[in-house]
């Protein structure tokens, strides 16, 4: 069983940075790929960036590549995610998440994530 706690959302107007974090328990914690979704009002979770068990392969959509790095901190069972340029667009509630089966890099599929975290809000204004 694996929790994950977000953190780090907030308010930015156009062109700040934000950095999320996510913290996960559970001694299983480092064998899962971890990645981040979006979801906005009225529109479907769509995945933003995902970072293997090794943390050797990283993958990000193509609305984030650029602007958004994702990471990981195995000794502290964390991942993170490093939001510059921000836009408008970019508001939604960002969600953590992992994937035991090591595939999220590849697939960029939230159903085949294992656990999910409870979400953050990121508000970006213009």
């Known amino acids: 069983q694996v929790q994950l706690v977000e953190s780090g959302g907030g308010l930015v107007q156009a062109g700040g940075s934000l950095r999320l974090s996510c913290i996960g328990s559970?001694?299983?914690?480092?064998?899962?790929?971890m990645g981040w979704f979006r979801q906005a009002p009225g529109k479907e979770r769509e995945f933003v960036a995902a970072?293997?068990?090794?943390?050797?392969?990283?993958a990000y959509a193509d609305s984030v590549k650029g602007r958004f790095t994702i990471s990981r901190d195995k000794s502290k069972n964390s991942v993170y995610l490093q939001m510059v340029s921000l836009k408008p667009e970019d508001t939604a509630v960002y969600y953590c998440?992992?994937?035991?089966?090591?595939?999220?890099?590849?697939?960029?599929?939230?159903?085949?994530?294992?656990?999910w975290g409870q979400g953050t809000q990121v508000t970006v204004s213009e």
């Open positions: 998440a992992a994937d035991l089966g090591n595939t999220l890099v590849e697939k960029y599929d939230p159903n085949i994530v294992d656990y």
């Open positions: 559970g001694r299983t914690f480092s064998s899962y790929a």
């Open positions: 970072v293997s068990q090794s943390a050797l392969r990283k």
